[in-house]
């Protein structure tokens, strides 16, 4: 496969923007979904019963 100069340089910068974004807002619905979970556990009283 052959690779142009001109190839190289715009995509692969916005390939790691959308990269970056995307590892961004994996990482805060991670803790959202997260901080969710603990809160419904603590409020019905099963947070000893189940454990992931």
Not at 11 to 21: A, D, S, T
Not at 29 to 38: D, F, S
Request: net charge positive.
């Amino acid at each position: 496969m052959m690779h142009d100069a001109t190839m190289q340089g715009s995509p692969r910068k916005k390939f790691n923007k959308i990269r970056e974004l995307n590892r961004r807002r994996n990482y805060f619905t991670k803790k959202v979904r997260n901080a969710l979970r603990v809160g419904w556990r603590k409020r019905s009283g099963i947070a000893d019963a189940v454990s992931r």
